[in-house]
Nanobody
Framework: QGQLVESGGGSVQAGGSLRLSCAHS????????FGWFRQAPGKEREGVGGLNANGETHFPDSVKGRFSISEDNTKNILYLQMNKLTPEDTAMYYC????????????WGQGTQVTVSS
């Protein structure tokens, strides 16, 4: 079983940007699909972006146009670039992986906290 380790979280003012990283081992980009999720206190976990094996990304309307996902295949790192952050983006952010033929994400990182102040 592989490992997913997020980093890059922190505190930023509204309108600012952060780039989260997810260093992974044991998950080939060609076999596994990846996703970014977040969970704020008292709220359900929600997906904020995904990367398919063919390189396609997808985002919910809440972050579309502000968030982007990229990958570095040479370093096995997945990135979540977050721009124009608002206090509503404050949450714990998680990286997750799943075999692309399944719908459920089976593997999760420990999370990294993002706090956006107004």
């Amino acid at each position: 079983q592989g490992q997913l380790v997020e980093s890059g979280g922190g505190s930023v003012q509204a309108g600012g940007s952060l780039r989260l990283s997810c260093a992974h081992s044991g998950y080939r980009f060609s076999t596994y699909c990846f996703g970014w999720f977040r969970q704020a206190p008292g709220k359900e976990r929600e997906g904020v972006g995904g990367l398919n094996a063919n390189g396609e990304t997808h985002f919910p309307d809440s972050v579309k146009g502000r968030f982007s996902i990229s990958e570095d295949n040479t370093k096995n790192i997945l990135y979540l670039q977050m721009n124009k952050l608002t206090p509503e983006d404050t949450a714990m952010y998680y990286c997750a992986a799943r075999r692309c033929y399944t719908a459920e994400y089976q593997y999760w990182g420990q999370g990294t906290q993002v706090t956006v102040s107004s």
